[in-house]
């Protein structure tokens, strides 16, 4: 089991080999309220560390979605698209958004473990 | 700025509300089972809402005052039954909306519920049309609860016997803890419900006992998706001093006679938009799929012209669908024309929908 990282912008990665599979923490999910869209970037398309990769919308507002690394994303998670309540039953495994392969490791080494991710999210309350 | 809180506050906060500040004073957003369940709730069983921030606003008088308030509200008032409530707006010569409101009239004289973010500036701008002539009470020592949905009045007639006899649009007062209550058979749902005017005091235990006997404390979030889903305006954002009812397709809101006559303020413009028709009108937008439309987003035509704007849009938890409400040229306001909403940069397809999104289940007796 490969460990999973945290960012400042709540998304959680966990890598396999040179994959990694993106989404969005369940802290995230607590302050968005009820998911009710969501938005994937294109299977094929190239993303940047921290660029944009998706939003995600609750009841009360838009969210744009980071990717934490740069890659090409090679699959889209379709059943959030279809049913994005999925998101907040199971933000941290089923409801995985999208799996990049990805370009350069060390753009992992900026991201924050899950004690220092526990630790940030606590603290800044957003 | 103080930040306002009402009297059920600490009530909010034991049932663990998460806050947000809307026209001066700290209200609940939701409660902890979030903005589905609680929209859900109240279609479903019976939805509590505070409202207290909204203004009680009491005016004292007789014949007169009725003949004065005409020369205000495009609505007939010599002929209100008493306990009668009316829905209306306070509008400028042009016809532009300060605020919309109810109109009820009670034993001595007439009561108006206002927008929390209107009530102050509605109160100076009623005091100088009405000359200073009559007793006015702004009451902050009242606050306002909703009960909505199809359980509401199984569950206040348990507490409050004789209820269920109110006809829509009507009210009547009763009693409470040895104190009166005024209860009027309305709400903004789209369900079935009343609004209780309740001394601040004993406003928590009340509540209390609504919980108890099955209701749900619902926040503002819930409150904006259950009106959204009903067609409902939302003052600042559906409609506002630039629009007027014409245009915001309340027509049916004014009296015929009153339309007939005239004799109160803007209704030059009425009449002139009644017989020449207007540029924009307000109109429900379906889009296609999932996507999300909020306020400010621009409506395209098929052949790209830009020809409106969404005032609110969200995702209707009971239509099991996104819907909007917004503004739109005229001319392709049919209800199922195609048209475009650009949303992030991409254009989305969308139609005209009737309105409401969701069928309304009041009471019988309705009168309009």
């Not at chain 1, 990665?13 to 009710?36: S, W």
């Not at chain 2, 006015?136 to 009242?142: A, G, K, V």
Request: hydrophobic share 35%; glycine share 8%; aromatic share 8%.
């Amino acid at each position: 089991m490969s460990e999973v990282k945290f960012s400042k912008e709540h998304e959680w990665i966990k890598l396999e080999v040179d994959i990694a599979t993106i989404g969005i923490t369940k802290h995230a999910t607590e302050m968005l309220g009820d998911i009710v869209f969501v938005e994937l970037p294109e299977k094929g398309s190239s993303v940047e560390k921290d660029g944009n990769a998706g939003v995600v919308e609750s009841t009360k507002a838009a969210s744009d979605v980071y990717t934490p690394v740069s890659g090409e994303v090679i699959e889209c998670n379709q059943s959030i698209v279809d049913d994005p309540a999925k998101i907040n039953t199971d933000p941290e495994n089923e409801a995985w958004f999208f799996k990049l392969k990805i370009k350069d490791k060390t753009e992992l080494d900026s991201l924050m473990n899950k004690e220092e991710y526990d630790k940030f999210a606590k603290d800044s309350g957003n | 700025m103080e930040i306002k809180k009402t009297a059920l506050n600490l009530l909010h906060k034991k049932q663990g509300a998460k806050f947000v500040f809307f026209a001066g004073y700290e209200m609940p957003i939701q409660y902890s089972g979030g903005i589905i369940e609680e929209h859900k709730a109240t279609r479903e069983k019976a939805g509590i809402f505070d409202v207290s921030h909204m203004g009680q606003l009491f005016i004292k008088g007789e014949n007169q005052l009725a003949a004065d308030l005409e020369k205000i509200f495009p609505v007939d008032l010599k002929n209100i039954l008493l306990n009668q409530s009316k829905y209306s707006f306070l509008m400028n010569e042009d016809a532009g909306i300060h605020d919309d409101l109810i109109i009820t009239k009670i034993k001595d004289g007439f009561n108006i519920v206002l927008n929390a973010g209107c009530k102050n500036s509605d109160f100076k701008l009623l005091k100088e049309l009405l000359n200073n002539k009559y007793e006015m009470n702004l009451r902050d020592d009242l606050s306002l609860i909703a009960i909505q949905g199809p359980k509401a009045c199984e569950i206040l007639e348990k507490i409050i016997p004789g209820i269920s006899d109110l006809k829509f649009m009507n009210g009547n007062s009763f009693t409470y803890k040895g104190e009166s209550i005024y209860i009027t058979r309305s709400g903004y749902t789209g369900e079935d419900g009343f609004e209780i005017s309740i001394k601040n005091e004993i406003a928590e235990i009340f509540v209390e006992k609504l919980l108890k006997e099955g209701g749900k404390l619902i926040g503002l979030g819930a409150r904006d998706t259950l009106r959204l889903e009903a067609g409902l305006c939302l003052y600042g954002h559906d409609m506002d001093i630039n629009k007027s009812p014409v245009e915001a397709n309340l027509k049916w809101a004014m009296s015929k006679n009153r339309i007939a006559e005239g004799g109160f303020i803007g209704y030059q413009k009425i009449k002139s938009q009644l017989e020449n028709g207007v540029k924009r009108i307000r109109v429900g937008i379906k889009p296609e799929g999932r996507i999300i439309a909020r306020e400010k987003t621009t409506i395209f035509s098929e052949d790209n012209k830009s020809i409106g704007e969404i005032t609110s849009g969200t995702f209707g938890p009971s239509v099991k669908a996104p819907v909007a409400m917004g503004y739109i040229d005229n001319s392709f306001s049919k209800t199922d024309t195609k048209v475009f909403l650009e949303i992030r940069g991409k254009k989305y397809p969308a139609t005209i929908s009737n309105l409401p999104f969701y069928k309304k289940s009041y009471v019988k007796g309705a009168n309009k």
